[in-house]
Protein backbone atom coordinates (compact mmCIF):
# COMPACT_ATOMS: atom_id res chain seq x y z
CA UNK A 1 0.00 0.00 0.00
CA UNK A 2 2.68 2.38 1.22
CA UNK A 3 5.17 1.53 -2.50
CA UNK A 4 1.83 2.26 -4.40
CA UNK A 5 0.91 5.91 -2.69
CA UNK A 6 4.56 6.50 -3.35
CA UNK A 7 4.94 5.67 -7.21
CA UNK A 8 1.51 7.86 -7.33
CA UNK A 9 3.55 10.87 -5.59
CA UNK A 10 6.37 10.32 -7.71
CA UNK A 11 4.01 10.18 -11.17
CA UNK A 12 2.65 13.13 -9.81
CA UNK A 13 5.68 14.95 -9.11
CA UNK A 14 7.21 14.47 -12.52
CA UNK A 15 4.64 15.56 -14.39
CA UNK A 16 4.49 18.89 -12.25
CA UNK A 17 8.04 19.22 -12.42
CA UNK A 18 7.90 19.22 -16.43
CA UNK A 19 4.77 21.72 -16.31
CA UNK A 20 7.16 23.52 -14.27
CA UNK A 21 10.13 23.30 -16.67
CA UNK A 22 8.46 24.49 -19.56
CA UNK A 23 7.30 27.26 -17.94
CA UNK A 24 10.47 28.21 -16.65
CA UNK A 25 12.29 27.58 -19.86
CA UNK A 26 9.78 30.00 -21.62
CA UNK A 27 10.24 32.63 -19.14
CA UNK A 28 14.26 32.01 -19.43
CA UNK A 29 13.79 32.46 -23.37
CA UNK A 30 11.76 35.39 -23.45
CA UNK A 31 13.97 37.36 -20.20
CA UNK A 32 16.92 36.52 -22.61
CA UNK A 33 15.26 37.77 -25.22
CA UNK A 34 14.34 41.07 -23.92
CA UNK A 35 17.75 41.12 -21.89
CA UNK A 36 19.54 41.06 -25.52
CA UNK A 37 16.99 44.14 -26.97
CA UNK A 38 18.94 47.40 -26.22
CA UNK A 39 16.96 49.94 -23.90
CA UNK A 40 16.59 52.68 -26.68
CA UNK A 41 14.45 49.44 -28.34
CA UNK A 42 12.02 48.80 -25.28
CA UNK A 43 11.81 52.81 -25.55
CA UNK A 44 10.49 52.58 -29.03
CA UNK A 45 8.27 50.04 -28.00
CA UNK A 46 6.84 52.32 -25.04
CA UNK A 47 6.62 55.12 -27.20
CA UNK A 48 4.81 53.41 -30.03
CA UNK A 49 2.05 52.37 -27.55
CA UNK A 50 1.90 55.90 -26.01
CA UNK A 51 1.23 56.79 -29.89
CA UNK A 52 -1.16 54.78 -30.33
CA UNK A 53 -2.96 55.73 -27.38
CA UNK A 54 -2.46 59.78 -28.05
CA UNK A 55 -3.97 59.00 -31.37
CA UNK A 56 -7.45 57.12 -29.61
CA UNK A 57 -7.56 59.86 -27.27
CA UNK A 58 -7.18 62.90 -29.88
CA UNK A 59 -9.91 61.16 -32.02
CA UNK A 60 -12.41 60.95 -28.99
CA UNK A 61 -11.56 64.53 -27.97
CA UNK A 62 -12.61 65.86 -31.42
CA UNK A 63 -15.44 64.07 -32.06
CA UNK A 64 -17.00 65.18 -28.46
CA UNK A 65 -15.74 68.33 -29.39
CA UNK A 66 -17.97 68.62 -32.32
CA UNK A 67 -21.05 66.62 -30.45
CA UNK A 68 -20.97 69.39 -27.29
CA UNK A 69 -21.13 72.04 -29.90
CA UNK A 70 -23.72 70.43 -32.07
CA UNK A 71 -26.04 70.56 -29.20
CA UNK A 72 -26.54 74.05 -29.31
CA UNK A 73 -26.80 74.17 -33.47
CA UNK A 74 -28.70 71.57 -34.22
CA UNK A 75 -32.38 71.19 -34.54
CA UNK A 76 -34.30 68.15 -37.05
CA UNK A 77 -37.16 69.97 -39.59
CA UNK A 78 -39.82 68.27 -38.27
CA UNK A 79 -40.90 66.68 -34.18
CA UNK A 80 -40.73 62.68 -36.01
CA UNK A 81 -42.33 61.62 -33.35
CA UNK A 82 -45.49 59.11 -33.61
CA UNK A 83 -46.56 60.30 -29.48
CA UNK A 84 -46.87 63.67 -30.12
CA UNK A 85 -49.83 65.35 -28.47
CA UNK A 86 -52.64 66.60 -31.10
CA UNK A 87 -54.71 69.02 -27.88
CA UNK A 88 -53.10 70.96 -25.23
CA UNK A 89 -54.78 68.89 -22.54
CA UNK A 90 -52.63 66.23 -23.55
CA UNK A 91 -49.92 67.69 -23.86
CA UNK A 92 -50.26 69.61 -20.60
CA UNK A 93 -50.84 65.62 -19.11
CA UNK A 94 -47.69 64.18 -20.85
CA UNK A 95 -45.80 67.03 -19.12
CA UNK A 96 -46.72 67.12 -15.68
CA UNK A 97 -47.13 63.00 -15.22
CA UNK A 98 -43.24 62.53 -17.16
CA UNK A 99 -41.94 65.83 -15.45
CA UNK A 100 -40.37 66.38 -18.02
CA UNK A 101 -41.11 69.15 -21.48
CA UNK A 102 -42.18 67.30 -24.84
CA UNK A 103 -39.01 65.98 -26.52
CA UNK A 104 -39.55 65.40 -30.29
CA UNK A 105 -37.47 62.26 -31.45
CA UNK A 106 -35.90 64.05 -34.53
CA UNK A 107 -33.43 65.55 -32.46
CA UNK A 108 -30.29 64.38 -32.22
CA UNK A 109 -29.22 66.11 -29.08
CA UNK A 110 -30.42 67.27 -25.96
CA UNK A 111 -29.70 70.80 -24.67
CA UNK A 112 -27.73 72.10 -21.48
CA UNK A 113 -29.02 74.14 -18.71
CA UNK A 114 -26.28 76.14 -19.25
CA UNK A 115 -25.18 79.83 -21.26
CA UNK A 116 -23.62 78.77 -24.58
CA UNK A 117 -20.30 80.61 -22.65
CA UNK A 118 -19.97 77.95 -20.65
CA UNK A 119 -20.89 75.34 -23.21
CA UNK A 120 -18.10 76.82 -25.25
CA UNK A 121 -15.61 76.16 -22.01
CA UNK A 122 -16.16 72.40 -21.61
CA UNK A 123 -16.00 72.16 -25.36
CA UNK A 124 -12.52 74.07 -25.43
CA UNK A 125 -11.35 72.08 -22.99
CA UNK A 126 -11.60 68.92 -24.76
CA UNK A 127 -10.33 70.79 -28.12
CA UNK A 128 -6.99 71.69 -26.16
CA UNK A 129 -6.73 68.04 -25.06
CA UNK A 130 -6.89 67.24 -28.76
CA UNK A 131 -4.37 69.62 -29.50
CA UNK A 132 -1.67 68.28 -27.04
CA UNK A 133 -2.81 64.57 -27.46
CA UNK A 134 -2.07 65.71 -31.56
CA UNK A 135 1.67 66.73 -30.48
CA UNK A 136 2.37 64.09 -28.47
CA UNK A 137 1.67 61.53 -30.59
CA UNK A 138 3.89 63.31 -33.61
CA UNK A 139 6.67 63.48 -30.83
CA UNK A 140 6.12 60.24 -30.00
CA UNK A 141 6.38 59.23 -33.96
CA UNK A 142 9.81 61.33 -34.16
CA UNK A 143 11.22 59.37 -30.97
CA UNK A 144 10.85 56.30 -32.52
CA UNK A 145 12.23 57.38 -35.70
CA UNK A 146 15.02 58.63 -34.43
CA UNK A 147 15.50 55.95 -31.78
CA UNK A 148 15.02 53.17 -34.38
CA UNK A 149 18.37 54.87 -35.75
CA UNK A 150 20.12 53.32 -33.34
CA UNK A 151 18.73 50.47 -32.29
CA UNK A 152 20.78 48.38 -34.95
CA UNK A 153 23.81 50.58 -34.88
CA UNK A 154 26.83 48.25 -32.99
CA UNK A 155 27.40 50.05 -29.75
CA UNK A 156 31.58 49.98 -30.64
CA UNK A 157 30.58 52.66 -33.76
CA UNK A 158 28.31 54.80 -31.67
CA UNK A 159 31.10 55.19 -28.39
CA UNK A 160 34.55 55.22 -30.88
CA UNK A 161 33.41 56.61 -33.80
CA UNK A 162 31.61 59.74 -33.07
CA UNK A 163 33.80 61.97 -34.97
CA UNK A 164 33.06 60.50 -38.20
CA UNK A 165 29.30 60.90 -37.84
CA UNK A 166 27.25 62.17 -40.55
CA UNK A 167 25.37 65.14 -39.34
CA UNK A 168 22.20 63.82 -39.69
CA UNK A 169 23.01 61.34 -37.34
CA UNK A 170 24.67 64.10 -34.92
CA UNK A 171 20.75 65.65 -35.15
CA UNK A 172 19.23 61.82 -34.89
CA UNK A 173 21.03 61.78 -32.02
CA UNK A 174 20.28 65.04 -30.09
CA UNK A 175 16.31 64.33 -30.45
CA UNK A 176 16.56 61.09 -29.02
CA UNK A 177 18.34 63.05 -25.97
CA UNK A 178 16.44 65.84 -25.67
CA UNK A 179 13.16 64.94 -27.12
CA UNK A 180 11.97 62.85 -24.32
CA UNK A 181 11.88 66.55 -22.41
CA UNK A 182 9.42 67.92 -24.70
CA UNK A 183 7.18 64.55 -24.29
CA UNK A 184 7.24 64.71 -20.65
CA UNK A 185 6.21 68.35 -20.83
CA UNK A 186 3.29 67.14 -22.90
CA UNK A 187 2.14 64.67 -21.02
CA UNK A 188 2.06 67.13 -17.71
CA UNK A 189 0.15 69.37 -19.66
CA UNK A 190 -2.37 66.76 -20.63
CA UNK A 191 -2.62 66.02 -16.70
CA UNK A 192 -3.50 69.20 -16.26
CA UNK A 193 -6.21 69.53 -19.00
CA UNK A 194 -8.10 66.44 -17.88
CA UNK A 195 -7.92 67.97 -13.79
CA UNK A 196 -9.64 70.84 -15.39
CA UNK A 197 -12.14 69.06 -17.08
CA UNK A 198 -12.93 67.39 -13.96
CA UNK A 199 -12.99 70.29 -12.31
CA UNK A 200 -15.25 71.88 -14.40
CA UNK A 201 -17.77 69.01 -14.01
CA UNK A 202 -17.72 68.77 -10.21
CA UNK A 203 -18.44 72.80 -10.35
CA UNK A 204 -21.67 71.97 -12.53
CA UNK A 205 -20.61 72.78 -15.70
CA UNK A 206 -24.03 72.54 -18.04
CA UNK A 207 -24.89 69.66 -15.93
CA UNK A 208 -28.54 69.85 -15.76
CA UNK A 209 -30.90 68.86 -18.38
CA UNK A 210 -32.88 72.06 -19.95
CA UNK A 211 -35.81 70.14 -20.06
CA UNK A 212 -35.91 68.94 -16.48
CA UNK A 213 -36.37 72.80 -15.61
CA UNK A 214 -38.88 74.41 -13.19
CA UNK A 215 -40.42 76.30 -15.47
CA UNK A 216 -40.59 73.51 -18.61
CA UNK A 217 -41.64 70.26 -15.94
CA UNK A 218 -44.47 73.10 -14.57
CA UNK A 219 -45.78 73.88 -18.29
CA UNK A 220 -45.11 76.89 -18.33
CA UNK A 221 -45.14 79.90 -20.98
CA UNK A 222 -41.55 80.54 -19.69
CA UNK A 223 -39.47 77.37 -20.21
CA UNK A 224 -36.22 77.28 -21.77
CA UNK A 225 -36.05 74.05 -23.32
CA UNK A 226 -38.79 74.94 -25.90
CA UNK A 227 -37.77 78.60 -26.20
CA UNK A 228 -34.27 77.38 -27.19
CA UNK A 229 -36.03 74.82 -29.83
CA UNK A 230 -37.81 77.72 -31.26
CA UNK A 231 -35.27 80.33 -31.46
CA UNK A 232 -33.05 77.07 -33.16
CA UNK A 233 -35.65 76.14 -35.92
CA UNK A 234 -36.11 79.83 -36.92
CA UNK A 235 -32.36 80.46 -37.23
CA UNK A 236 -31.91 77.74 -38.89
CA UNK A 237 -34.93 76.93 -41.16
CA UNK A 238 -36.51 80.59 -41.47
CA UNK A 239 -33.79 83.25 -41.62
CA UNK A 240 -30.68 80.90 -41.67
CA UNK A 241 -27.89 82.73 -39.61
CA UNK A 242 -24.62 81.07 -38.17
CA UNK A 243 -23.66 83.76 -36.15
CA UNK A 244 -27.29 84.35 -33.93
CA UNK A 245 -27.81 80.47 -33.84
CA UNK A 246 -25.53 79.92 -30.75
CA UNK A 247 -27.39 82.58 -29.15
CA UNK A 248 -30.47 80.26 -28.43
CA UNK A 249 -28.56 78.99 -25.91
CA UNK A 250 -28.69 82.44 -23.93
CA UNK A 251 -30.87 83.83 -21.50
CA UNK A 252 -30.93 86.76 -23.44
CA UNK A 253 -31.03 85.21 -26.88
CA UNK A 254 -34.24 83.51 -26.93
CA UNK A 255 -36.04 85.68 -24.56
CA UNK A 256 -38.09 86.96 -27.39
CA UNK A 257 -39.52 83.61 -28.48
CA UNK A 258 -42.55 82.00 -26.69
CA UNK A 259 -42.18 78.53 -24.70
CA UNK A 260 -45.18 77.04 -23.87
CA UNK A 261 -44.33 74.55 -26.71
CA UNK A 262 -41.97 73.43 -29.26
CA UNK A 263 -43.37 75.12 -32.88
CA UNK A 264 -42.57 71.28 -34.62
CA UNK A 265 -45.95 70.47 -32.33
CA UNK A 266 -48.35 72.50 -34.07
CA UNK A 267 -47.49 72.01 -37.78
CA UNK A 268 -45.02 70.40 -40.16
CA UNK A 269 -45.34 72.76 -42.93
CA UNK A 270 -42.08 75.34 -43.03
CA UNK A 271 -43.70 78.50 -43.91
CA UNK A 272 -46.70 78.03 -41.28
CA UNK A 273 -44.18 77.23 -38.96
CA UNK A 274 -41.87 80.36 -40.20
CA UNK A 275 -44.97 82.61 -40.41
CA UNK A 276 -45.73 81.98 -36.73
CA UNK A 277 -42.22 82.55 -35.45
CA UNK A 278 -41.85 85.76 -37.22
CA UNK A 279 -44.53 87.20 -35.57
CA UNK A 280 -43.88 85.89 -32.00
CA UNK A 281 -40.14 87.06 -32.82
CA UNK A 282 -41.19 90.62 -33.34
CA UNK A 283 -43.29 91.13 -30.26
CA UNK A 284 -40.95 89.81 -27.70
CA UNK A 285 -43.61 90.68 -24.90
CA UNK A 286 -45.77 87.93 -25.73
CA UNK A 287 -44.99 84.67 -24.14
CA UNK A 288 -48.03 82.43 -25.58
CA UNK A 289 -48.19 83.64 -28.79
CA UNK A 290 -49.74 79.94 -30.15
CA UNK A 291 -51.14 76.82 -28.65
CA UNK A 292 -52.80 73.64 -29.12
CA UNK A 293 -56.36 73.72 -29.57
CA UNK A 294 -58.66 70.87 -27.38
CA UNK A 295 -60.71 68.34 -29.27
CA UNK A 296 -63.64 69.72 -27.70
CA UNK A 297 -63.10 72.79 -30.15
CA UNK A 298 -63.91 70.34 -32.99
CA UNK A 299 -66.56 71.78 -35.51
CA UNK A 300 -66.27 75.39 -33.62
CA UNK A 301 -65.58 78.46 -35.49
CA UNK A 302 -61.90 78.86 -34.11
CA UNK A 303 -61.23 75.07 -35.61
CA UNK A 304 -59.84 76.23 -38.95
CA UNK A 305 -57.67 73.52 -39.93
CA UNK A 306 -58.99 70.48 -42.77
CA UNK A 307 -61.02 67.97 -40.89
CA UNK A 308 -57.91 65.29 -41.73
CA UNK A 309 -55.91 66.89 -39.21
CA UNK A 310 -55.60 65.11 -35.80
CA UNK A 311 -55.41 68.10 -34.39
CA UNK A 312 -55.17 72.16 -34.82
CA UNK A 313 -54.06 75.30 -33.47
CA UNK A 314 -54.37 78.96 -32.46
CA UNK A 315 -51.71 81.61 -33.78
CA UNK A 316 -51.94 85.29 -33.91
CA UNK A 317 -50.17 84.89 -36.91
CA UNK A 318 -52.98 84.02 -39.06
CA UNK A 319 -53.38 87.00 -41.24
CA UNK A 320 -49.68 87.43 -41.89
CA UNK A 321 -48.92 83.70 -42.97
CA UNK A 322 -51.96 84.02 -45.67
CA UNK A 323 -50.93 87.26 -46.93
CA UNK A 324 -47.53 85.55 -47.98
CA UNK A 325 -45.38 87.30 -45.68
CA UNK A 326 -43.06 84.34 -44.27
CA UNK A 327 -39.09 84.05 -44.63
CA UNK A 328 -39.62 81.39 -47.26
CA UNK A 329 -40.27 83.95 -49.91
CA UNK A 330 -43.42 83.81 -52.12
CA UNK A 331 -47.23 82.93 -51.34
CA UNK A 332 -47.73 80.42 -48.56
CA UNK A 333 -51.41 79.70 -50.02
CA UNK A 334 -50.58 76.74 -51.70
CA UNK A 335 -48.74 74.88 -48.42
CA UNK A 336 -51.67 76.60 -46.30
CA UNK A 337 -54.09 74.55 -48.64
CA UNK A 338 -52.63 71.15 -46.51
CA UNK A 339 -53.63 72.75 -43.42
CA UNK A 340 -56.87 75.08 -42.98
CA UNK A 341 -59.91 74.70 -44.74
CA UNK A 342 -61.08 76.80 -48.16
CA UNK A 343 -63.22 78.54 -46.04
CA UNK A 344 -60.91 79.84 -43.93
CA UNK A 345 -58.11 80.55 -46.43
CA UNK A 346 -60.18 82.79 -48.93
CA UNK A 347 -63.36 83.84 -46.81
CA UNK A 348 -61.74 86.07 -44.36
CA UNK A 349 -59.21 88.07 -46.87
CA UNK A 350 -61.64 89.98 -48.43
CA UNK A 351 -60.92 92.73 -46.18
CA UNK A 352 -57.05 92.35 -46.54
CA UNK A 353 -54.96 94.29 -48.77
CA UNK A 354 -52.26 90.93 -48.52
CA UNK A 355 -50.92 92.97 -51.82
CA UNK A 356 -49.25 94.59 -48.99
CA UNK A 357 -46.39 92.96 -47.30
CA UNK A 358 -46.26 93.15 -43.49
CA UNK A 359 -43.00 94.48 -43.22
CA UNK A 360 -44.90 97.40 -45.17
CA UNK A 361 -47.34 97.98 -42.59
CA UNK A 362 -44.98 97.48 -39.45
CA UNK A 363 -47.14 99.50 -36.79
CA UNK A 364 -50.83 98.04 -38.16
CA UNK A 365 -49.09 94.63 -37.41
CA UNK A 366 -47.42 95.05 -33.93
CA UNK A 367 -50.81 96.82 -33.47
CA UNK A 368 -52.86 93.46 -33.79
CA UNK A 369 -50.46 91.57 -32.41
CA UNK A 370 -50.55 93.64 -29.36
CA UNK A 371 -54.46 93.26 -29.10
CA UNK A 372 -54.06 89.39 -29.55
CA UNK A 373 -52.41 89.21 -26.92
CA UNK A 374 -55.63 90.66 -24.66
CA UNK A 375 -56.93 87.38 -25.46
CA UNK A 376 -57.89 85.12 -22.83
CA UNK A 377 -55.67 82.17 -22.74
CA UNK A 378 -56.45 78.46 -22.30
CA UNK A 379 -53.81 77.74 -20.13
CA UNK A 380 -54.83 79.15 -16.23
CA UNK A 381 -51.17 78.45 -15.41
CA UNK A 382 -50.25 80.98 -18.32
CA UNK A 383 -51.70 83.52 -16.09
CA UNK A 384 -50.42 83.05 -12.99
CA UNK A 385 -46.59 84.15 -12.28
CA UNK A 386 -44.06 80.91 -11.34
CA UNK A 387 -41.84 81.72 -8.89
CA UNK A 388 -38.70 79.68 -9.10
CA UNK A 389 -35.44 79.17 -7.28
CA UNK A 390 -32.40 77.28 -7.96
CA UNK A 391 -32.50 74.00 -5.30
CA UNK A 392 -29.49 72.39 -6.32
CA UNK A 393 -25.63 72.94 -5.95
CA UNK A 394 -24.20 72.87 -8.84
CA UNK A 395 -27.09 74.64 -10.63
CA UNK A 396 -26.18 78.94 -11.92
CA UNK A 397 -27.96 80.66 -9.18
CA UNK A 398 -28.95 83.76 -10.47
CA UNK A 399 -30.50 83.11 -13.70
CA UNK A 400 -34.36 81.59 -13.38
CA UNK A 401 -34.48 79.64 -16.86
CA UNK A 402 -32.30 77.33 -15.11
CA UNK A 403 -33.35 76.92 -11.73
CA UNK A 404 -34.21 72.85 -10.46
CA UNK A 405 -36.37 71.22 -7.80
CA UNK A 406 -34.26 69.23 -5.50
CA UNK A 407 -36.12 65.98 -6.56
CA UNK A 408 -33.68 66.89 -9.98
CA UNK A 409 -30.31 67.46 -8.09
CA UNK A 410 -29.90 63.50 -8.92
CA UNK A 411 -30.94 63.93 -12.70
CA UNK A 412 -28.01 61.75 -14.85
CA UNK A 413 -27.52 64.88 -16.74
CA UNK A 414 -27.49 66.36 -19.90
CA UNK A 415 -25.53 64.70 -23.00
CA UNK A 416 -22.66 67.60 -22.49
CA UNK A 417 -22.12 66.06 -18.80
CA UNK A 418 -22.67 62.89 -19.60
CA UNK A 419 -19.87 63.15 -22.73
CA UNK A 420 -17.60 65.41 -20.80
CA UNK A 421 -17.71 62.73 -18.22
CA UNK A 422 -16.96 59.51 -20.37
CA UNK A 423 -14.11 61.13 -22.06
CA UNK A 424 -12.64 62.41 -18.70
CA UNK A 425 -13.08 58.61 -17.24
CA UNK A 426 -11.93 57.20 -20.96
CA UNK A 427 -8.72 59.73 -21.17
CA UNK A 428 -7.95 59.86 -17.48
CA UNK A 429 -7.75 55.91 -17.31
CA UNK A 430 -5.11 55.89 -20.24
CA UNK A 431 -3.54 59.06 -18.74
CA UNK A 432 -2.93 56.68 -15.47
CA UNK A 433 -1.63 53.83 -17.17
CA UNK A 434 0.82 55.61 -19.54
CA UNK A 435 1.99 57.52 -16.41
CA UNK A 436 2.93 54.07 -14.50
CA UNK A 437 5.14 52.69 -17.60
CA UNK A 438 6.53 56.22 -17.66
CA UNK A 439 7.68 55.39 -13.65
CA UNK A 440 8.26 51.77 -14.96
CA UNK A 441 10.35 52.96 -17.82
CA UNK A 442 12.10 55.29 -15.85
CA UNK A 443 12.97 53.35 -12.87
CA UNK A 444 14.08 49.87 -14.54
CA UNK A 445 15.46 51.38 -17.98
CA UNK A 446 18.97 53.80 -18.30
CA UNK A 447 19.11 55.19 -21.16
CA UNK A 448 22.33 54.41 -23.17
CA UNK A 449 25.72 56.63 -21.93
CA UNK A 450 25.13 58.52 -25.49
CA UNK A 451 21.40 59.32 -24.70
CA UNK A 452 22.11 60.41 -21.04
CA UNK A 453 21.07 63.64 -19.54
CA UNK A 454 22.78 63.81 -16.34
CA UNK A 455 21.20 66.14 -13.45
CA UNK A 456 23.52 69.03 -12.45
CA UNK A 457 23.54 70.49 -9.13
CA UNK A 458 22.19 73.86 -10.52
CA UNK A 459 19.36 72.32 -12.79
CA UNK A 460 15.93 73.83 -12.12
CA UNK A 461 13.06 72.71 -10.49
CA UNK A 462 11.15 72.60 -13.69
CA UNK A 463 13.90 69.92 -15.09
CA UNK A 464 14.02 68.16 -11.91
CA UNK A 465 9.74 67.73 -11.52
CA UNK A 466 9.85 66.76 -15.42
CA UNK A 467 12.31 63.77 -14.89
CA UNK A 468 9.57 62.36 -12.41
CA UNK A 469 6.98 62.74 -15.00
CA UNK A 470 7.76 59.87 -17.59
CA UNK A 471 10.60 58.23 -19.10
Known sequence: MGDARRNRAQRVCTSLHRLLSCVDRAWGKLRRSCKRRRNSQKRVLFYGSQAIANLFVMICAIVLYQMVLSTATTISETCGSDAAPTNDTDLKNQTLTNGISFQCAGDAFGLSACEYSDLLDVGNMMYANFYVN?????????????????????????????????????????ICKQGPWLSRLLHFVQGILLFGSWLMMVMGYCRGNLALTNYCTAYNAKCAYNKARNCQYYYVYCKPDATLLPNCMTEKGRAAFS??????????VHCVACGILEADFANTMGEDEFYLLEESSR?????????QLAGCFHTTAWTSIKCGTTTTGGTC???LGGVVTADFLSGTLG?????????????????????SDDEPRKLQSTEEELQVSQQCSWGPPSIADYAFESTQCSQTGSLVYRLSMLYIYFAGCIY??????????RVMLNPEPWFFNPQTPDESIIFRFLRKVAP
Open 333 to 335: EAS
Open 299 to 307: GTEDWVCNE
Open 259 to 268: GRMDIRLLSE
Open 134 to 174: GLQFLVSLILIFCLGKFTQMPAEKLQFDKRNASRLMMIYGG
Open 432 to 441: AVFTILGQIV
Open 351 to 371: GIACARRLDEVADSAEAAWAS
